[in-house]
């Protein structure tokens, strides 16, 4: 589900107005938890973003709602002197249930190594942070070699995150890997409505962006009130099998009749989604 859009104008780069859009989207998503008095239940909130969000402002806009945060680091000098201190020892090897696809190398990796250590971030400002850097490691294929005295050493290709998760490495980790899952939200809506952008009017973008969140939520959830198949199907799917069909709609007296395609295979979750949303007549 989407709880916050922002448009900024110009070419922006992804770290403007960051801030602002973490404390909307956490605002969003607590009064939506409040209201259906699932704050208690639904455990620990955590922001996870990728590293153009790893800024001073937006780790403050965490803090400030009392959320825990999860944020890609830019691999640079100073996180990579940081890495260099962790001990051989502490490195831990994970397996995928899945193989991940790494685009800098063109081949699937189904095996890594993950460690963390205390790392301060922005040390010596006024808000420096102290939390964990969770690092990932995996062997660059590319650069592994021979050295002078012919043996073969490894050369690694790091991935870190800083987090002040309360969960244990392996499950942060996991969990931190798991917010890219926002680029199937951006496919699903570069499929849609987003292939309608832009209209050369800034207000009018804004107010299109605003819909499009709207129409991304109520397809998601009429896809879950439909059923399993559709709970985790992509927006045009359910477009296709729930929304755009064909049907003929009659009038008699005052009653109105939906004459639906006869034969349909998705007949039964379009009427658990229409009874679910639709109590009938008294």
């Given at each position: 589900?989407?709880?916050?859009?922002?448009?900024?104008?110009?070419?922006?780069?992804?770290?403007?107005?960051?801030?602002?859009?973490?404390?909307?989207a956490?605002a969003?998503?607590?009064a939506?938890?409040?209201?259906?008095?699932?704050?208690?239940?639904?455990g620990?909130?955590?922001?996870?973003?990728?590293?153009?969000?790893?800024s001073?402002?937006?780790?403050?806009?965490?803090?400030?709602?009392r959320?825990?945060?999860?944020?890609?680091?830019?691999?640079?000098?100073e996180?990579?002197?940081?890495?260099?201190?962790?001990?051989d020892?502490?490195?831990?090897?994970?397996?995928?249930p899945?193989?991940?696809?790494?685009?800098?190398?063109?081949?699937?990796?189904?095996r890594?190594?993950?460690?963390?250590?205390?790392?301060?971030?922005?040390?010596?400002?006024?808000?420096?942070?102290?939390?964990?850097?969770?690092?990932?490691?995996?062997?660059?294929?590319n650069?592994?070699?021979v050295?002078?005295?012919?043996?073969l050493?490894?050369?690694?290709?790091?991935?870190?995150a800083?987090t002040?998760?309360?969960?244990?490495?392996?499950?942060a980790?996991?969990q931190?890997?798991?917010?890219?899952?926002?680029?199937?939200?951006?496919?699903?809506?570069?499929?849609?409505?987003?292939?309608?952008?832009?209209?050369?009017?800034?207000?009018?973008?804004?107010?299109w962006?605003?819909?499009?969140?709207?129409?991304?939520n109520?397809?998601?959830?009429?896809?879950?009130?439909?059923?399993?198949?559709?709970?985790?199907?992509?927006?045009?799917?359910?477009?296709?099998?729930?929304?755009n069909?064909a049907?003929?709609?009659?009038?008699?007296?005052r009653?109105i009749?939906?004459?639906?395609?006869?034969?349909?295979?998705?007949?039964?979750?379009?009427?658990?989604?229409?009874?679910?949303?639709?109590?009938?007549?008294?």
């Amino acid at each position: 589900m989407i709880a916050a859009t922002q448009l900024r104008a110009g070419n922006a780069g992804s770290a403007r107005g960051a801030a602002s859009l973490v404390a909307e989207a956490v605002a969003t998503t607590k009064a939506v938890l409040a209201a259906h008095e699932a704050a208690e239940a639904a455990g620990e909130i955590v922001v996870r973003a990728d590293s153009a969000f790893y800024s001073r402002t937006v780790i403050a806009a965490c803090r400030r709602a009392r959320v825990r945060f999860s944020i890609t680091v830019r691999i640079d000098a100073e996180v990579r002197r940081a890495i260099a201190t962790i001990p051989d020892d502490a490195w831990m090897e994970i397996q995928y249930p899945q193989p991940v696809w790494d685009d800098e190398q063109q081949r699937f990796i189904s095996r890594a190594h993950i460690a963390e250590i205390a790392y301060t971030a922005f040390e010596g400002r006024r808000d420096e942070t102290t939390a964990r850097l969770i690092v990932r490691r995996v062997p660059d294929l590319n650069k592994t070699a021979v050295d002078a005295q012919g043996e073969l050493f490894t050369v690694w290709r790091y991935h870190a995150a800083f987090t002040d998760s309360p969960f244990i490495l392996v499950q942060a980790e996991a969990q931190h890997r798991g917010h890219a899952i926002i680029e199937q939200v951006f496919a699903a809506l570069i499929d849609g409505p987003l292939a309608h952008l832009p209209s050369g009017r800034f207000n009018a973008n804004n107010a299109w962006l605003a819909c499009i969140a709207i129409a991304h939520n109520l397809t998601r959830a009429a896809g879950v009130l439909a059923g399993r198949p559709h709970a985790t199907a992509r927006a045009a799917t359910i477009r296709r099998h729930l929304i755009n069909i064909a049907s003929r709609i009659t009038r008699h007296a005052r009653a109105i009749t939906i004459h639906l395609p006869e034969n349909w295979p998705w007949q039964h979750n379009w009427r658990r989604l229409f009874a679910i949303a639709h109590a009938p007549p008294a």
